[in-house]
């Protein structure tokens, strides 16, 4: 297997037939909704608290070590070995990019408190406010940057290459510093497509948030209570259509149609930027004037764990091999660990269930909260308040959404078999 050969083989590794495994994802999300609507009747998600973590004492370490372990892997992706004995595939692609999504779960916006673009930042004296402070375009940048990184992932010849890997990092890190030193130090939250997608994954830590789901009801940043947040929802439709992309794109399918046409990296490229915006449309238009963006996030994770979960087993430890290997350690030890099929097929198919049922609950959470809120009615010229809006009303505009995420649940599902 090499670094970018994600998941766990074909159908045939599935122990369960495609209709039954279809069926069972609908009835999930339909119950889940129907559940919901009977037994949760007001909103209960809102007004969480984060809890406070002391981290005076280890915190200024770790962010040290990260710095030295980012710039000795940048160092040595350009200046090291140029083959697949040099880490730094494993490190953005494995590390980075998959291995950020559970830590994150569990322990919460974790690469804000270590970004080493921040820490070297503030080891530089920049100016903290910025040169020309203002929120700009809010999280749209880092919309622009985690598009460019999957399509660096799953579409761009020799990504793997250690010094294309090398020449694009140090290129991504003069470009946030630049960004930051004219914006301030909080470019990186909205400017940097690892630390927001950290941050949004990190709503879901139980470390973080002491009530189960509550990250999910707070107001995330960028985005006005209340208010539908374009910004936000384009970050997670481009998080979660990578991913399909990258299931649609090692099908056989896919495979014969490059191959007939000509021009892969053309025709890829064309494919995951229309799936992304599709999905951003999609739940634009099915949201209506419902904010789902927090609602997406546990799908996100869902499906990203979902798809790499093999991977991240499997080549996580071979990279952090490769990294102890060029100090002289670790010359007699490998990892030749296969996971089983039917145990990865389960998890896969679990995850994204859980994902939606999770979607399902905080989205109508919102909806319910976002009905108990006074609205103004137009009468006879004159607009005056109303009272909190029907239950059936709100039900009613929950619909589409739910619709949208069955269709979503089965395109999730019917992708871990065509690979």
């Not at 559940?35 to 040290?64: C, M, Q």
């Not at 670790?330 to 994902?355: F, H, T």
């Amino acid at each position: 297997m090499t670094v970018l050969a994600h998941g766990v083989g074909g159908s045939s590794d599935l122990p369960l037939p495609l209709d039954l495994v279809l069926q069972a994802g609908a009835a999930t999300v339909v119950l889940s909704f129907l559940i919901s609507a009977v037994w949760w009747r007001k909103p209960r998600l809102a007004a969480g608290v984060p809890r406070t973590v002391r981290t005076a004492g280890w915190l200024p370490v770790l962010r040290g070590f990260v710095l030295l372990l980012a710039l000795y892997l940048g160092g040595n992706a350009l200046a090291g070995p140029a083959g697949p004995e040099n880490p730094a595939a494993h490190a953005l692609f494995v590390w980075l990019w998959v291995g950020l999504v559970p830590v994150s779960v569990v322990f919460g916006p974790v690469w804000r408190a270590v970004n080493p673009l921040r820490t070297l930042f503030r080891m530089l004296r920049l100016p903290a406010a910025g040169l020309r402070p203002g929120a700009g375009l809010g999280v749209w940048p880092g919309v622009c940057w985690l598009l460019a990184f999957v399509w660096f992932e799953l579409v761009a010849p020799g990504h793997a290459d250690p010094r294309l890997i090398g020449w694009c990092l140090a290129g991504y890190a003069v470009a946030q510093l630049g960004m930051a030193a004219l914006r301030g130090e909080e470019w990186f939250a909205r400017g940097d497509c690892f630390e927001v997608y950290s941050s949004l994954a990190g709503r879901l830590s139980p470390v973080r948030w002491r009530r189960p789901l509550s990250g999910l009801a707070a107001p995330l940043p960028h985005s006005s209570a209340g208010l539908p947040s374009a910004g936000l929802a384009a970050f997670v439709a481009v998080w979660w259509g990578s991913t399909v992309f990258d299931s649609a794109s090692g099908s056989p399918w896919w495979a014969g149609f490059v191959q007939r046409a000509g021009h892969p990296a053309v025709w890829a490229t064309m494919a995951l930027v229309a799936l992304c915006l599709g999905v951003w449309v999609a739940v634009r238009k099915t949201a209506g004037d419902l904010d789902v963006a927090a609602s997406l996030i546990p799908i996100a994770v869902g499906y990203t764990l979902a798809h790499y979960l093999s991977l991240l087993i499997v080549e996580a430890p071979r990279g952090v091999l490769l990294l102890t290997r060029q100090w002289g350690l670790g010359e007699g030890v490998s990892w030749n660990v296969v996971p089983v099929p039917a145990a990865i097929a389960g998890a896969q198919v679990a995850l994204i269930l859980v994902g939606h049922v999770l979607g399902v609950i905080v989205a109508h959470d919102a909806a319910l909260a976002g009905a108990a809120r006074p609205v103004g009615v137009r009468r006879a010229g004159a607009v005056t308040e109303a009272g909190p809006k029907p239950v059936l009303a709100t039900l009613a505009e929950e619909f589409p959404l739910v619709l949208f995420m069955i269709g979503c649940t089965w395109a999730g599902l019917f992708l871990l078999f065509v690979r």
